[in-house]
Every structure is written in structure tokens, then in C-alpha cells.
């Protein structure tokens, strides 16, 4: 079977996972920080706030480990970050936005992780490698929801 | 005058809160768990640990190997001879020319004087042998060996420590020196200090090892984590064991 193959398909199927990683490695939408926001949406899109709910209440996302929040459903939150009631409230969109893709911008000793960063990273599991922790439509989803929390 | 000395110690506050835990404030995980977690590890008829330990003093007494000798052979009993020694791991090895952990010393007896294969890292038998050593221990404070030799391993392992990795990019010193007394989710976040290892998990339903114990934080903050027997992961052991000298050992501990 793979002799009848074209040598150079051949070659692009030896060379593909290391393509699909490259292509991974510059898959982060670019962006412009202007003063300490991120104006506009990283994927030219509105997010969508139901499903932002949805992603900050899911354990995966990581938001509900450190953070508490008005979700009442939801039993185990932590306190170790600002309860996210009034986020909507305390920052703008662009602000927001800034703060979950690499909060370290604006206090380089944070704790809050930056979801969409790839670099200065140390001894990443070979699983996260070169992907950012959330993409940037899951960025733009929960920085949609975290906006309606006004007080 | 008052304003400078509100300053000092407002900068003082911020190092403490943000350096290492001073000894007066130092608390072993037992003190965070809930009460019938913490009568399941003071009742040995309760304590899941004590099976490992029936069997490790099993395995003490029994000859293995082509050298057909058993530890008791060569230590007596364990009791009088295995007193304060898991208080004192890692040590320097002169062979190896680096720290073992107390499972490693098992298995460089093993090996060289029993002439017996080399156990595997959490297998049954080995856990056994280091819960019952470890527990010789109990109630006795972690001594860390002032071994100039040791001092280079020492300082990479806190080194590591202090280092931010994985893909959430912390460090076991942001949650286990500057957040110990918070929450992550609902779960308390502990000073890591490893006064009780092995130790019985509830969420592993088994015995496990200090080494286990790091390789799961280490994936939990998505980093890769070391191999088993990997000379960081003695280094990251060493410097918990010094940071945590002068707390009374446990094993073998409960915890959640």
C-alpha cells in the first residue's frame, strides 16, 4: 500500500506532526494590548455568555478552583482569588479580556495563570505542550459572561 | 517616625506572608483534616497504613536473595536499629555520590547485600518496608542530616521549590508557603510538609509514596513530571524534609 504512495506525500505524512505542532505552537490569534486591555475580541467575534457561564463553572477551565462567584449550584469554591460578583462592575471588556489572557502584564507576581500565552513557560506536560490553556473562543465566551456580572 | 515604622513592618508583613513558614507556624496536613479523618490515623486498629506495616516488619524478618538474608540479619531488630532513621532521609550516599530517599536505601540493601532484585517504586512489598521502618519514627521530629555534602542538593531542591512550571505556571512555594491557609475548591491547601509519608490516601485508596505525592501536584499544575527515582524528585524531598525539621514524624499518616 505505501509503495504506491508519491514519495512526497510520503514525506508530508513524516513531517506532519511536526507541521501540526509548529502550527499549534503559532496558533494564538494576535493581539494588541493598548493600556492594560486588550480592546478587541481575539477571535473578531462577540463571545457567547451563556456558554461563558458554562466554561467558568467547569472544574477544566480552572476558574472555580481559586475563585468564588455567584453560582450557587456549585459547592466547592475556592478563596484564593477575588470573588468574580461585580467583575462586570470593577473592569471593562478590554480589561477583562487582558486579565485572562496573561494577567502577569499587569502584576508579574501573580498567581492567576495566563491562558493565552505560550512562552516563558517551564517543563510543560507533554499533554499542554504548545497549546494555551483556553482557546481564544473560550476566552472571548467567558469574557462575555464575566461582563454581565454587575452588582 | 510612626509613618516610618508603619512602613517597615507593612514591608516586613509582605516577606513573611510571601517567604518561607516560620517554625512557630509550621502544621503538619494533619491539622487541617476533618475529625474522623484524624481518628481514622490516631486508632492503628483504624488506620489503613498499619497493614503495610504488619507486612514490612514480615519482610524485615524474611532471608531473600541469592545471599538468602534478611534486613533483621544484618540490623537486629528494627525497634532499636531503624529509631530516628526515616527522620534523617534522604542521606548522602557515598557510593552513588548523591542523596536516597529511604525507598532507594532499600533497594542499594537489596541489591548489594541481599543480592534480591530492586523493588519497584510503589509496589506493595516496598511501601511495606518503608511504612514499617518509617514508622520506628513516629513521634520523633524530622532531623535533617547537617551534611555539608547534602548542601548543593539541598539548594536545588528548594531551588525547584521556588520555581514556576507547568502550563498553569506555579510554584509549589505560591500555594504551599503563601496560600497554606486558603482553599482550592473546597479542599484545604496545606503547607506540603511530608511528616507522615508513606501515607494512606483516601482519594488513592492505597499507600503511597512522597514521590507519588509530588509527581501529583506536578500534574495537577500541568508540568511534566519527574520518574520515578529521578534525583529531582530526591532533592525536592530533601529540602520538604529540612523545611519541615523539628515537626514529630507520623507514619504512617491518613489523609484525604
Known amino acids: ?40 475580541s481575539l477571535t473578531g467575534k462577540a463571545g457567547d455568555a451563556a456558554h461563558g457561564r458554562a466554561l467558568v463553572l467547569d472544574r477544566a477551565s480552572t476558574c472555580i478552583l481559586c475563585h468564588s462567584g455567584p453560582f ?46 505560550l512562552e516563558g513557560l517551564v517543563r510543560v506536560g507533554q499533554g499542554w505542550r504548545d497549546k494555551p490553556i483556553l482557546s481564544a473562543e473560550q476566552i472571548e465566551d467567558i469574557v462575555a459572561y464575566l461582563a454581565t456580572l454587575r452588582d | 517616625m510612626r509613618g516610618i515604622g508603619a512602613i517597615v513592618s507593612a514591608l516586613l508583613l509582605v516577606s513573611a506572608s510571601a517567604g518561607e513558614i516560620p517554625q512557630q507556624q509550621r502544621r503538619s496536613g494533619y491539622s487541617f483534616m476533618a475529625p474522623d479523618t484524624k481518628a481514622m490515623q490516631d ?21 531473600i536473595g541469592t545471599a538468602n538474608k534478611a534486613c533483621a540479619d544484618c540490623h537486629g ?39 534480591a532484585p530492586a523493588l519497584d517504586y510503589e509496589s506493595h512489598d516496598l511501601l511495606a518496608l518503608t511504612a514499617f521502618i518509617a514508622h520506628q519514627s ?29 502550563q498553569l505556571n506555579l510554584a509549589c512555594a505560591n500555594c504551599h508557603d503563601d496560600n497554606w491557609d486558603k482553599h482550592l475548591a473546597g479542599s484545604a491547601i496545606t503547607q506540603g510538609q511530608p511528616t507522615g509519608y508513606p501515607m494512606y490516601r483516601l482519594e488513592w485508596q492505597t499507600l503511597g509514596s512522597l514521590s507519588r505525592r509530588l509527581r501529583g501536584c506536578m500534574t495537577g499544575i500541568r508540568a511534566q513530571a ?10 525536592l524531598e530533601l529540602y520538604l524534609m529540612s523545611r519541615a525539621g523539628g515537626m514529630p514524624v507520623e507514619t504512617p499518616a491518613v489523609r484525604p
Open chain 1, 1 to 40: 500500500m505505501a509503495s504506491r504512495l508519491h514519495p512526497l506525500l510520503l514525506l508530508a505524512i513524516a513531517l506532519a506532526p511536526a507541521l501540526g505542532a509548529t502550527a499549534k505552537a503559532e496558533a494564538l490569534a494576535p493581539f494588541t494590548v493598548i493600556g492594560d486591555g486588550i480592546p478587541d
Open chain 1, 72 to 117: 450557587p449550584e456549585i459547592r466547592f469554591q475556592g478563596d484564593l482569588a477575588p470573588n468574580l460578583a461585580g467583575a462586570g462592575n470593577r473592569w471593562s471588556v478590554s480589561q477583562l479580556r487582558l486579565r485572562l489572557v496573561d494577567a502577569s502584564r499587569l502584576n508579574p507576581v501573580t498567581i492567576m495563570p495566563s491562558y493565552y500565552r
Open chain 2, 43 to 63: 486508632d492503628d486498629t483504624s488506620n489503613p497504613g498499619m497493614l503495610w506495616v504488619l507486612d514490612g516488619e514480615a519482610l524485615w524478618n524474611k532471608p
Open chain 2, 77 to 115: 531488630g528494627a525497634k532499636a536499629s531503624m529509631k530516628g532513621v526515616a527522620a534523617r532521609y534522604p542521606a548522602f550516599d557515598k557510593s552513588l555520590a548523591r542523596p536516597v530517599d529511604l525507598e532507594q536505601r532499600i533497594n542499594l540493601c537489596r541489591t548489594a547485600q541481599q543480592q
Open chain 2, 138 to 166: 513516629r513521634g520523633m521530629p524530622i532531623a535533617p542530616a547537617s551534611d555539608p555534602q547534602l548542601e548543593p542538593f539541598l539548594a536545588r531542591g528548594r531551588a525547584l521549590f521556588m520555581q514556576r512550571q507547568g
Open chain 2, 226 to 235: 519527574f520518574s520515578y527515582g529521578a534525583p529531582e524528585l530526591v532533592e
